[in-house]
């Protein structure tokens, strides 16, 4: 019981792994007796309560605020005040009806976002147990502080990073962690500098579960200063960036908004000093800039995402946040863990090995299909040898493991390993049941990681008994003195053990888990047996050589993100061999290509090293959290747009961090979720390029939306800029400018954002970081088009106003400059091809969006609401004749043009 000062519990100031244990309690002043109560509220002053720090709660304020900070937000605000002060309150009404209906669609989708350290702080254990005064006591995990010692029993959360003092057959789960699956070992003892966390096997770290044995250890971080009150602060710290998407929009905005005030001010400028009354001045520099900007954007493109969204959810990737939907489609780098994502996490056997043959196994995962046949005759089902069927009905006997079934799912339920030599002894068609039946368990001797094999003891046909090895090639070779050669147990001669050692290590260097069995005959009364029974004088009998596959359809998407011009990065705990053996399966390095960079060698980096190694390297192996931080900041400082993949909570700050943050559905932790952009409901990488694959289409319609939008809105400005010109009245009010901006073109940009893929996208390279909205091909085809919209518009108001009253040719100028728009929609579901290469019917909705937009322009025009509010009046059959001929130049002229090329040659 000390009472000495602890003033240092950082690990970088205290390798608390590389210290004995007298020096460990020394440095954290405590003992065997653990602290006393009056110690304990000292250090509680000093350290604080073993909590994580909360987060800044996400409010539905804040997002609104959020929402409206966006300079196209900016111009519709200012739109609406200056409507409201020239007496215009149905114009500013209007707009400000548009700024409502975008902030609630971006607020309400992002309101569950940002809640990863909630998250995170829901994972401390509510109680522990701990030594003080020399008694064990239950109390709050909160009260935990350094220098306390843990007692530690299966199914408790571990309260605090610790260190291990006494173990036995103590096991933890830290995948969420490491990415490790498997339970880890923990023992006492010293363990040398710079290990990994993942090898860090005499530590044990808080919101960890102990999953088998017990033990005791030494408190030395508790709070903020554990390695998941690291992580918290990385995810407070990583925060969020804009999306390319909203960047490119942000720059759209500014660009749109300082050149619709530039206008408005050059006209009303123009005006005065071409006499003009002042009031009717500013009329028409309020409608100049109501018609430079396109109201309607923001709110489309929130639409247009949320209906990337839904298409997405139907192919198992839910959107988190809206912009990410776009953001996929810029994706230059996908960052992919290995366990569960490119892999299924279901170990497979591949291999069986005995001295009388080698035989490869087909089939994959837990489903019991596949075949048996020798190595290198995959056509050749073959006879199994007997040595063969005696090494499988070790794997069957000696095993914990089951295998269900349950709606077409096959599972199995003990460890991965034992369940893949099960599922292979049911690939050979063996008669499991009456084997389990005919040689019963009498006996087990249970696996430990101290031992590394198990055996069990069975009857056998003659009366007699049969223990049944298996375990780690080394530990059950050491115990055998004979070796199983066509039925018979045959002297273990050196050439022969050689033999064997070698075949071990060509099935390892192939990445693959090796297990060995072997057997012993048991005197025939015995009903019992011991470890030092099975520890000599055993029969080798074969290997069995495992791996968790490639999934199928996981090599294929890895093939299409490369054909895409995307490069895939696996980022893994796993080892360095095993990690480059799936990578090259996976398809993602090829045959000349072998580096593999591990969580030491980016230690030993700087970060300029690192960036400009991560732009060759592909696989990186034994990894922490910070290392994928690291790769990720590197990735980013070369320009790529990086989508990041990850499970556990050591992913979050990476997760945030990234352009893209992609959690496991399944196997993600709650915080991996909170932190993503995007959740796999299915948790395959496949998910992901298909995701990918959407987002550019969401682009592309995006694309298609905004060059609808600004076409239309220049035409508005040239219209009435050249009314100005020559000298004629106002052609259009700011009422019907709004009108058409809100009401036609929304009827016509909404299903723009569900035109179906023309192409092969994913046949295309990403869009560069920088690229903009639009491109200088599409800028040039709206330069063309746009005018054609204000002759037309300004050549029939000319006409009906020499015909006729102002109010008919305004009221045909604004019908035209409405009709103009039905025809460009049917325009822009292509870029370079003529509508027809796609079909005319392709996108039915847009014909109904069109049909709307006719119906709705009928009401302004023949009802006494439309007079009232617009100031129209009736049209003749002849007004509609000249308007439709006039209007539906438009789309004659671009189809012309495609087919000459004009616009490019681009798959449209």
């Not at 509510?126 to 199914?155: C, F, K, Q, Y």
């Not at 050689?498 to 297990?515: C, Y």
């Amino acid at each position: 019981m000390h009472t000495d000062r602890v003033d240092d519990t950082d690990e970088k100031s205290h390798p608390w792994h590389t210290y004995g244990d007298s020096e460990l309690l020394q440095k954290v002043a405590s003992g065997e007796q653990g602290l006393q109560a009056t110690e304990v509220s000292r250090r509680l002053a000093q350290f604080g309560r073993n909590t994580l720090e909360a987060g800044e709660t996400v409010s539905l304020a804040k997002l609104v605020l959020e929402q409206l900070h966006n300079p196209l937000i900016y111009l519709l605000l200012g739109a609406a005040a200056l409507s409201l002060v020239t007496g215009h309150a149905i114009d500013a009404a209007v707009i400000a009806g548009v700024v409502l209906l975008n902030t609630v669609l971006g607020a309400s989708q992002e309101y569950k976002a940002g809640r990863a350290l909630e998250a995170l702080h829901n994972l401390a254990a509510p109680h522990a147990r701990a030594i003080r005064d020399g008694r064990e006591v239950e109390i709050s995990a909160e009260e935990i502080v350094p220098g306390d010692i843990l007692v530690l029993e299966t199914g408790d959360l571990v309260a605090a990073d610790a260190r291990v003092i006494q173990a036995a057959e103590l096991h933890t789960n830290e995948s969420a962690l490491t990415g490790e699956s498997d339970p880890v070992h923990k023992t006492p003892g010293v363990l040398e500098a710079n290990r990994p966390l993942a090898d860090l096997r005499n530590m044990v770290w808080m919101s960890t579960a102990v999953t088998a044995g017990r033990g005791r250890a030494v408190v030395v971080g508790t709070g903020m200063n554990t390695t998941l009150g690291r992580i918290a602060g990385q995810v407070r710290q990583a925060g969020r960036e804009q999306t390319p998407l909203q960047r490119r929009m942000a720059r759209l905005g500014v660009m749109l908004g300082v050149a619709g005030i530039g206008l408005a001010v050059l006209i009303f400028l123009l005006g005065l000093l071409r006499s003009y009354d002042l009031v009717e001045m500013v009329l028409f520099a309020v409608a100049v800039a109501v018609a430079a900007i396109p109201e309607g954007l923001p709110a489309v493109i929130s639409v247009t995402l949320a209906l990337g969204v839904q298409r997405m959810a139907r192919r198992n990737a839910i959107i988190r946040r809206l912009p990410a939907v776009e953001t996929l489609g810029s994706t230059t780098v996908i960052c992919s863990d290995k366990t569960g994502t490119i892999t299924r996490n279901e170990m497979t056997v591949t291999s069986l090995w005995t001295p009388g043959g080698a035989y490869a196994v087909t089939g994959s995962g837990f489903e019991p299909v596949g075949k048996i046949h020798p190595h290198g005759e995959p056509n050749r089902d073959g006879q199994l040898s007997d040595d063969m069927r005696t090494l499988l009905r070790i794997g069957l006997l000696c095993n914990n493991a089951s295998l269900n079934r349950a709606d077409d799912v096959w599972s199995i339920r003990g460890t991965p390993t034992e369940g893949a030599i099960l599922v292979a002894v049911h690939k050979a068609s063996m008669d499991v049941e009456a084997l389990v039946k005919a040689q019963p368990r009498l006996d087990e001797v249970p696996f430990s990681s101290e031992h590394k094999y198990m055996a069990t003891l069975h009857p056998t046909e003659r009366d007699g008994t049969v223990a049944m090895v298996k375990g780690a090639p080394d530990r059950v070779l050491a115990f055998c003195t004979h070796v199983l050669l066509e039925g018979q147990a045959v002297e273990l001669t050196d050439e022969r053990r050689a033999e064997i050692v070698a075949a071990n290590q060509h099935l390892a260097s192939q990445a693959l888990r090796v297990v060995g069995g072997a057997v012993r005959s048991m005197p025939p009364d015995r009903e019992t047996f011991q470890r030092e029974d099975v520890e000599q004088g055993l029969v080798f009998v074969g290997l069995w050589g495992l791996v968790d596959p490639p999934r199928p359809e996981a090599i294929q998407a890895v093939a299409d993100a490369q054909g895409a011009g995307i490069r895939v990065v696996m980022i893994t705990g796993d080892h360095g061999v095993t990690a480059e053996a799936i990578a090259r399966q996976a398809g993602i390095i090829g045959d000349g290509l072998n580096e593999v960079l591990t969580g030491q060698d980016i230690d030993a980096m700087t970060p300029e090293q690192l960036k400009e190694r991560v732009k060759t390297v592909s696989v990186f192996a034994r990894v922490s959290p910070a290392h994928k931080l690291h790769i990720l900041r590197a990735l980013k400082a070369n320009g790529e747009i990086v989508a990041m993949t990850g499970d556990g909570v050591n992913d979050a700050p990476a997760l945030k961090g990234a352009d893209i943050g992609v959690a496991m559905g399944r196997a993600g932790t709650e915080v991996a979720k909170e932190a993503a952009d995007m959740v796999l409901s299915d948790d395959n990488f496949a998910t992901i390029v298909h995701a990918v694959e959407d987002g550019r289409v969401t682009f592309s319609n995006l694309q298609r939306v905004v060059f609808f939008l600004i076409t239309t809105n220049l035409g508005e400005i040239i219209t009435l800029a050249a009314a100005l010109m020559i000298g004629m009245p106002l052609p259009l009010t700011a009422i019907m400018i709004l009108w058409i901006n809100l009401v036609t073109d929304g009827a016509c940009t909404v299903p723009l954002g569900v035109e179906p893929k023309h192409w092969d996208v994913l046949k295309q390279p990403p869009r560069p970081p920088g690229a903009g909205v639009l491109s200088a091909k599409l800028i040039r085809r709206m330069l063309i088009l746009a005018p054609l919209m204000a002759v037309g518009t300004l050549g029939l108001f000319a006409y009906e106003l020499y015909a006729g009253s102002a109010k008919h040719a305004q009221t045909v100028a604004f019908t035209t400059l409405a009709a103009f728009q039905w025809f460009h929609a049917l325009n822009a579901r292509t870029n370079y091809v003529s509508i027809l290469s796609v079909g005319l019917l392709g996108n039915l909705w847009l014909w109904l969006g069109i049909g709307v937009a006719v119906v709705l322009q009928l009401l302004v025009v023949y009802t006494p609401f439309g007079h009232l509010l617009f100031g129209t009046e009736p049209l003749t059959v002849i007004d509609w004749l000249l308007i439709l001929v006039v209007s539906s130049s438009i789309l004659i002229v671009d189809e012309i043009l495609k087919r000459l090329k004009v616009h490019g040659t681009l798959a449209a």
